[in-house]
């Protein structure tokens, strides 16, 4: 074990950590795959050649949001979508905005609660987007006036930053914010950037009806978001003295908008351009060949996702000369969620992931930037997610997403599409392996399995751990985030069961649980297809993928736990020869240990878990596997062991509740065969 692991995991996870002491703020120039595509016409001085000539008018409409003068467009709106908005927008008026009381935001520090007030900020915002939305394409004063009062609500909010993230408890000991420090955070971009949009759209109305609140707007953009992004280096997601994640692109990118959109100095938004690609180009630069995201799917949309919208803003305002859309990492980073989708609404989830789409992602992007890539699988993909009757985009995706569906003809009238579901994917950087019986097609059994380390971004402690689908649903299971509170990332993470290996489907030498940071990491000893490279594997048929997982937990020197995952798929044969053609998957554990001892396997099930014959039955939505498992000497038995939900967002994706089952076994040395069969 680290010397310290629980402050390790801190260290990784905290949100507003201050640079260490004897760590250096290092600003300078940084080159990444940005600067290698660009060179230097992404710095400050090309970047006030590109944009010197080009009046601020003109860059605000470079960016696409229509101002609600252009009534021919907004007409064209689709119009499933704006039923849905105005409905909804209906209901909102003529009741109190939602409160965001210090109370709540004291909580955070008082009992660790910090959704609650999340969700009145949320609130709050969504109710501006519905007001925005029904202003521009009604024209009408009310409405206007009802967004009017939506962006003085978030201008007279004493902090956009949340209290998770806020810096004013660590740095004064506050349970309040500190107004004269506003902290620029995730949520403080997303309100910039609303606001501008917001102010895009209506401003004409609001000059005639509301003097001084564009004014507003721009003085607390000024004094929360433009200031502090302009000044302060120790910033930690500027990347500047430690590693990025998705708050790096996500903040970058609403804050860029922000300053397109509010700024009239084009000097000095060449500048804050330069500034966001250089540090963009950390971000990019961490992103490995394969594309793969640690933090899985749910953060593919709030960080590479975020990244593709700021490269968008970027080829804009620059008349295309910055375009990312040759950039190999970038093609492959897009591929991602589409290569972990298992069918429907269930996706391959790893980290603090949620395994089903919550519906409301904003599927235009992915739309678009599949037209640019030329990919047709990512297109469709996007396509899938489409709906006869439904609407085109989703107010709790924000009002900047929002609106770019809204105004994207292409994808209000974009007919569904079947997904890609690649038959196998190979991705080494994470060592992740998702297998199915036949391309395009959610029937039969669906295996996801992995490696990699336990110093991954939103780290589970999962290396080893494994999926399973039967008809795209999730069966055998990773559990994925509960309801964040102070403890989610504090030195108390590993606590909350959900991250624990012990609830995740993976074995426990001794009982141990694995161990948390770099050191603590899987090794691959067959990896599918042969050697690992940075495209995912296309075949079909049988699939093995071996990993030695002794890393992983504080075990002896020359101790070993290999895990062996065989996938024979349709058409194959099954594992033991039989020849049927039914999807069948082997997992195998093989220890072998210096010290004898007791032992547990884990598997994590979704659903009703019953016994038949000499194992058992999962089942739910209509779909069932059976389980088996033998340690050589005959059929082993699990005990079950039941976890009754009781947080919403664990039960909105599971249901009530999850079973382990926990087979024991023991011995120096020894093997335990697991089979899992569909069940029609």
């Known amino acids: 074990m680290t010397p310290n692991p629980e402050a390790d995991a801190l260290s990784r996870v905290s949100a507003h950590a201050a640079p260490p002491d004897g760590v250096t703020v290092n600003p300078a120039e940084f080159h990444g795959p940005l600067f290698a595509h660009w060179g230097p016409a992404m710095r400050a001085e090309a970047l006030r050649s590109t944009l010197g000539g080009v009046a601020a008018a003109d860059l605000r409409d470079r960016v696409g949001i229509l101002p609600i003068d252009r009534r021919d467009r907004w007409a ?23 409160d965001a009381l210090g109370s709540l ?3 955070y520090v008082r009992d660790g609660d910090r959704a609650t007030y999340e969700r009145a900020v949320s609130d709050r915002q969504e109710r501006l987007t519905r007001a925005v939305i029904a202003a521009a394409v009604t024209d009408d004063p009310a409405w206007i006036d009802e967004a009017g009062d939506g962006v003085v609500v978030l201008c007279e909010q004493s902090t956009w930053s949340l209290p998770a993230h806020d ?5 004064r000991g506050f349970v309040l914010p500190d107004v004269d420090a506003p902290y620029l955070d995730l949520i403080a971009g997303e309100i910039v950037a ?12 609001w000059d005639a009806r509301w003097p001084g609140l564009r004014e507003r707007i721009r003085r607390e953009a000024e004094a929360r978001v433009f200031t502090p992004f302009e000044t302060r280096d120790d910033l930690w997601w500027l990347g500047y003295w430690r590693d990025v994640n998705n708050w790096n692109p996500w903040i970058l990118g609403n804050t860029l908008l922000a300053a397109v959109l509010l700024l009239d100095d084009a000097a000095r938004v060449a500048r804050m351009l330069a500034r966001a690609l250089d540090s963009l180009d950390r ?8 594309g793969a995201i640690d933090e899985g799917v749910a953060y593919w949309w709030n960080g590479a996702g975020r990244m593709l919208e700021m490269l968008d803003t970027v080829a804009a305002i620059t008349g295309g000369r910055l375009d990312a859309a040759g950039i190999p990492v970038v093609a492959e980073t897009l591929r991602f969620p589409m290569r972990m989708h298992l069918g429907g609404d269930w996706y391959v989830n790893v980290a603090d992931g949620w395994a089903r789409s919550r519906g409301h992602e904003p599927w235009q992007l992915p739309f678009r930037w599949g037209g640019l890539t030329a990919d047709a699988q990512v297109a469709d993909w996007a396509r899938a997610a489409r709906r006869p009757g439904a609407p085109a985009a989703d107010v709790a995706g924000g009002l900047p997403r929002l609106v770019r569906a809204l105004a994207d003809p292409a994808w209000r009238d974009a007919a569904p599409a079947a997904p890609p579901l690649p038959a196998a994917v190979w991705l080494p950087s994470v060592q992740v392996l998702v297998r199915r019986g036949e391309a395009g097609s959610a029937t039969g059994l669906a295996l996801a399995a992995k490696g990699g380390t336990n110093d991954e971004n939103h780290n589970h402690k999962d290396l080893g751990s494994f999926l399973v689908a039967a008809g795209g649903r999730q069966l055998l299971v990773d559990v994925g985030k509960p309801t964040y509170t102070a403890q989610t990332f504090s030195a108390g993470r590993y606590r909350i069961r ?11 030498p001794f009982g141990l649980e694995q161990g948390e940071g770099p050191a603590f990491a899987a090794r691959v000893i067959t990896a599918p297809q042969g050697e690992p490279g940075p495209a995912p594997s296309t075949d079909s048929g049988t699939a093995e993928f071996e990993l030695e997982l002794a890393g992983a937990y504080p075990l002896a020197e020359g101790d070993s736990w290999r895990r062996r995952f065989r996938f024979a798929g349709s058409g194959s044969g099954s594992a033991s020869g039989s020849g049927s053609g039914a999807d069948r998957i082997e997992v195998t554990d093989r220890w072998r240990l210096r010290e004898d001892g007791a032992h547990r396997v884990h598997l994590i ?9 000499s194992g058992l039955e999962v089942g739910a939505d209509g779909h069932r596997i059976r389980i088996t498992a033998d340690d050589g000497t005959g059929p082993v038995a ?5 976890w009754e939900l009781d947080d919403p967002e664990l039960i909105a994706v599971w249901g009530p509740r999850l079973t382990r089952l926990v087979y024991a076994v023991s011995g120096r040395s020894g093997t335990l065969a697991t089979v899992i069969e569909e069940l029609s």
């Open 638 to 642: 699990p005990a079950l062991e039941v």
């Open 105 to 107: 935001f004291a909580r």
């Open 498 to 508: 959900a991250m624990q290996s012990g609830w995740h489907s993976a074995p426990a």
């Open 194 to 205: 609303q606001l501008a949009v917001a102010d895009r759209i209506l401003g004409a109305r």
């Open 605 to 613: 099930a979704a659903g009703d878990v019953v016994p038949a014959g």
């Open 283 to 290: 971000y990019v630069a961490e992103l490995p060949a394969d």
């Open 167 to 171: 810096d004013a408890h660590a740095r």
């Open 76 to 98: 064209q709106a689709d119009p499933i979508t704006i039923e849905r908005i105005m409905a909804a927008a209906g209901n909102d008026r003529g009741r109190p905005w939602p």
